[in-house]
T-cell receptor, first 113, second 114 residues
């Protein structure tokens, strides 16, 4: 069974640009969550999509957005990039119940110059 | 609101020694608790989880954790450390009304000395 796949693995952008990250969940999983990981702030929840609807949202500015497609694949978009957006972005999928563990991809490392 | 506190950002043990990583949580509803491990340049891998039932849960690679409601703790232990256990460990909490949202602790980096 294939795991969670995130593309690309590495990205380099400059300030002011926008970026789109992609996540393919484990087959059958309907929930996809996104997290930002930085040395200073640790792992922070961005948002969760379930059956194409945003179900939960963290405390991030509106520059961070996402969507989920009918096949459960998800994309995350960050507009007007700032230096502080440099981070590892992790995607996780699950069946969608809180008692079910989330399965993580290896992440996309985003560097802002 | 939920929160997680991991005591000790760095823990160092000798190979063969007991591993104890501490996690305390705050939750207004009965929590779901998880421990994850992260190796360099990789995502997070689930070690174990507590949802309901038996408070002592066993996970992969010889790890176990005990849910203690009175102490709001969920400490992770392993009787004998192995060099391959060196990694970063994260405790996380969720709740029945939170779907796929996990709140993580700051992480504990475990070093294992030969």
């Amino acid at each position: 069974k294939a795991g969670v796949t995130q593309t690309p693995r590495y990205l380099i952008k400059t300030r002011g640009q926008q970026v789109t990250l992609s996540c393919s969940p484990i087959s059958g999983h309907r929930s996809v969550s996104w997290y930002q990981q930085t040395p200073g702030q640790g792992l922070q929840f961005l948002f969760e999509y379930f059956s194409e609807t945003q179900r939960n949202k963290g405390n991030f500015p509106g520059r961070f957005s996402g969507r989920q497609f009918s096949n459960s694949r998800s994309e995350m978009n960050v507009s007007t990039l700032e230096l502080g957006d440099s981070a590892l972005y992790l995607c996780a999928s699950s069946w969608g119940n809180g008692n079910q563990p989330q399965h993580f991809g290896d992440g996309t490392r985003l560097s802002i110059l | 609101a939920q929160s997680v506190t991991q005591l000790g950002s760095h823990v160092s043990v000798s190979e063969g020694a007991l591993v104890l990583l501490r996690c305390n949580y705050s939750s207004s509803v009965p929590p779901y608790l998880f421990w994850y491990v992260q190796y360099p340049n990789q995502g997070l891998q689930l070690l174990l989880k507590y949802t309901t039932g038996a408070t002592l849960v066993k996970g992969i690679n010889g790890f176990e954790a005990e849910f203690k409601k009175s102490e709001t703790s969920f400490h992770l232990t392993k009787p004998s450390a192995h060099m391959s256990d060196a990694a970063e460990y994260f405790c996380a909490v969720s709740a029945p009304n939170q779907g796929g949202k996990l709140i993580f602790g700051q992480g504990t980096e475990l070093s294992v000395k030969p």
